[in-house]
T-cell receptor, first 110, second 111 residues
């Protein structure tokens, strides 16, 4: 299974872009990168996913390096409500299961 | 209501008792999952299911039993609850690709 490595915590000023890195150096060719977040003690919430190309939706952008060994989740204009734990996950090929790591705790500060 | 629901939301049980946590989804998603989250930690996969009558172990399956006789339901049973199983349990469902949807969680305390 591909593993992910994320910094344990990050701070971001409100209104600024939050850039959350993730390393997944053992990812294989057809494994997707998923990002979820968990606000306080709620159930995790899907943000975005991608395979090779950069992706953007109403919540965030996902930038995947050409060699696919790392990616960055970008929240373009962070708000206080974006304070959460962000999880980068590589979907295990052929099984559909999602294995969560420790995630990055993002603190958005006024 | 459409969505994924867990019941009960809160449960206190005694050591050694059997307890079942329920999970129901209305989308006919093929995959369903059970995770536990201990205080201050990330989510760990207990069991998952790719379809009705197909289940597989996750990272921490010991002490738990699952079944999936119907696509929409995926109950999790603690056969003999222990204090170490005190945790918040999350159920999730998804299609084969794309986003997973999580329930609100069941907070289980074993005393």
């Amino acid at each position: 299974d591909a593993k992910t490595t994320q910094p344990p915590s990050m701070d971001c000023a409100e209104g600024r872009a939050a850039n959350l890195p993730c390393n997944h150096s053992t990812i294989s060719g057809n494994e997707y990168v998923y990002w979820y977040r968990q606000i306080h003690s709620q159930g995790p919430q899907y943000i975005i996913h991608g395979l090779k190309n950069n992706e953007t939706n109403e919540m965030a952008s996902l930038i995947i390096t050409e060699d696919r060994k790392s990616s960055t989740l970008i929240l373009p204009h962070a708000t206080l409500r974006d304070t959460a734990v962000y999880y980068c996950i590589v979907r295990v090929e052929g099984t559909g299961k999602l294995i969560f790591g420790q995630g990055t705790t993002l603190q958005v500060k006024p | 209501d459409a969505g994924i629901t867990q019941s009960p939301r809160y449960k206190i049980t005694e050591t050694g008792r059997q307890v079942t946590l329920m999970c129901h989804q209305t989308w006919s998603h093929s995959y369903m999952f059970w995770y536990r989250q201990d205080l201050g930690h990330g989510l760990r996969l207990i069991y998952y299911s790719a379809a009705a009558d197909i289940t597989d172990k996750g990272e921490v399956p010991d002490g738990y039993v699952v079944s999936r006789s119907k696509t929409e339901n995926f109950p999790l049973t603690l056969e003999s609850a222990t204090r170490s199983q005190t945790s918040v349990y999350f159920c999730a469902s998804r299609l084969s690709l794309g986003e997973a949807f999580f329930g609100q969680g069941t907070r289980l305390t074993v005393v």
